[in-house]
C-alpha cells in the first residue's frame, strides 16, 4: 500500500467497493471463474482487504457473508453479458454510476469509438486513480471519469463531460440502488431516462423483497448491510414501463443456473440477494 492510498483508505458507503473488488478477485482466481478482473486483486490489497481471513462470526453470518459474495459474482458475469449485448447492438456510449472499483473500463474488449464515463464521487476516483497509477492499467476504450455526488446534479456534470443525450447509451447502476432511499431511487431513474435515447440500455440490481430484513450488518464485504434501505418495487417490470423502459426481470438463481453455478437449496431456503433487471428504451 502506497502512502497515498494509505491517506485515502475506504471508509462509508464507498468502501463496499474495496469489498466487491475482493470477491472479483477471488472468483478470477478460480478454474471456473465466470470473468476475469485482473485489476481486482490490486484494489483489495490497497483497501487492506487482501489477503485477508474472513471476519470471525457465526455458522450463519458466514452463510450471509458468502451468499452476498456469491450473488456479486453472478451479477457482475450478467452485467458484463448486458455491455457485450449493447456494443454488438452499436452502442459506444456507457455510463457507470457509483462506479466504485468497476474495472470494465480495462477488462472487457471494447469497440472502436467507445466512451464509457465513470460517475462517482471525488474520494472513491482517487483511491482507485491511486491503484490504477501503481497498476498502469491501461483503458481499452476512451475513459472518462466524472466527479460528482450523484445526489446533486449530476447529469449536468455528465453533460460538461461529453455525454450526449441524443444517442443511445448503456447505463449500469450496480450495487448502487439498495442504499438509496425510495424517493432518490425515483429520481436517479428519471434523470436516466431523461437522457437516454431510444434504444438505450439499462442494467439494474436491485435488493430483492426482505432481504433488509433477513440479512445483518456482517452480511456484505466492508459490513455495509446496515446501510442498505431500498428493495425492489414488487413488480420491477412494471415500475420501469412507468418511466419508458421495456424490461426484463431475472433472477438469481435463474442466471446462475445459466452460468453453471445452480443454486443447490430448494427456493424456500434460499437466502440470496438479487434483482437483476435488463431494459432497453422505447
Known sequence: M?????????????????GVARVRALETGRENALFQDPLAQAFAAAGGLWPSSPPPGDEAARRRRLAVSFSI????????????????SGIRQV?????????????????????????????????????LRQE????????????VDLREDWPAALAAAGHDPAVPTAWIAEGLLIYLPQDAVELLLARISTQSAPG?????TLGSRGVIERF??????????SMWVSEMPDDPVSWLAGHGWQADSHTLRERAAAYGRPINTPPQQEEQPGGLISAVRR
Request: charged share 25%; glycine share 8%.
Open 2 to 18: 502506497t502512502d497515498e492510498q494509505e491517506r485515502l483508505q475506504p471508509s462509508g458507503v464507498w468502501a463496499t467497493a474495496v
Open 136 to 147: 498502469q492499467a491501461v483503458a481499452r476504450c476512451e475513459r472518462i471519469t466524472v466527479t
Open 95 to 131: 455510463v457507470l454510476l457509483g462506479a466504485g472499483m468497476d474495472s470494465r473500463a480495462f477488462r472487457m474488449d471494447w469497440p472502436e469509438g467507445t466512451r464509457l464515463f465513470e460517475v462517482d464521487t471525488a474520494a472513491p476516483l482517487d483511491f482507485k486513480a491511486s491503484v
Open 200 to 204: 438505450s440500455r439499462l442494467g439494474l
Open 73 to 88: 459474482v453472478i451479477r457482475t458475469r450478467f452485467l458484463d453479458d448486458l455491455l457485450q449485448e449493447a456494443s454488438a
Open 216 to 225: 445483518g450488518a456482517d452480511a456484505v464485504p466492508g459490513s455495509a448491510a
